[in-house]
């Protein structure tokens, strides 16, 4: 089965860092997208990882182990902006003929001053 | 701007109606998607075009009917929906419908309300 676990909703402070998790459970792995939504927006592409390891981008990070099935978003030196919805998704096993991605819930993060 | 337009932007419809949904990308990717997104749910996809020909229909009541007439422009169109369809519905086109890495352009989506 496909599983995909991120918290609900956070709350951090205009300046901070905040770390946002997802765990998942899926038969096999291709890769892990974060993507940042606004409300009323699409949402925009924000990392990928396939590797074990840190991927740093300006104030956002991204970080994946694939043995823990794990990964997390960390936001840096918050900006009211940055209030927006987070999402998860991964890719399941290659082999379709479809870039299919399972995506998690979403994280809402409010950036309060 | 993420160069997938998609029109209009809101729609209520009664459950007899018939109405369709556009999405068009300026990007000149080979595929295109429909993906459903309700409240406190995770996005779903519904279906997936590669050089107009469907590639993918995840299990999707018969009432929602895309088309796709050519590369950059996709239809989902609606007939006899029910409440619980009321939704947001996101378009989104890649480079290619498979691949590794393939990073999806989402648009602004549809906000559906059936009455």
């Known amino acids: 089965g496909q599983n995909i676990d991120q918290p609900t909703e956070m709350t951090a402070t205009e300046g901070a860092i905040v770390q946002i998790n997802c765990t998942y459970q899926?038969?096999?792995?291709?890769?892990l997208f974060w993507y940042q939504q606004h409300a009323g927006e699409a949402p925009t592409f924000l990392s990928y990882?396939?590797?074990?390891g840190l991927e740093e981008k300006g104030r956002f990070s991204s970080f994946l182990s694939r043995s823990k099935g794990y990964s997390y978003l960390l936001l840096k030196e918050l900006q009211m902006k940055d209030s927006a919805s987070y999402l998860c998704a991964v890719i399941p096993p290659y082999g379709g003929a479809t870039n299919k991605l399972i995506f998690g819930t979403g994280t809402l993060l409010a950036v309060q001053p | 701007e993420t160069g997938v337009t998609q029109t209009p932007r809101h729609l209520v419809m009664g459950m007899t109606n018939k109405k369709s949904l556009k999405c068009e990308q300026h990007?000149?990717?080979?595929?295109m998607y429909w993906y459903k997104q309700s409240a406190k749910k995770p996005l779903e996809l519904m279906f997936v075009?590669?050089?107009?020909?469907?590639?993918e229909n995840n299990s999707v009541p018969s009432r929602f009917s895309p088309e796709c007439p050519n590369s950059s422009h996709l239809f989902l169109h609606l007939h006899t929906l029910q409440p619980e369809d009321s939704a947001l519905y996101l378009c989104?086109?890649?480079?290619?419908?498979?691949?590794?890495?393939?990073?999806?352009?989402f648009g602004p989506g549809t906000r559906l309300t059936v009455l």
């Open positions: 989104a086109s890649s480079q290619d419908s498979s691949g590794r890495y393939n990073e999806q352009f």
């Open positions: 990882n396939v590797l074990d």
């Open positions: 990007l000149g990717h080979n595929a």
């Open positions: 899926t038969s096999g792995f291709n890769g």
């Open positions: 075009y590669s050089l107009e020909e469907r590639v």
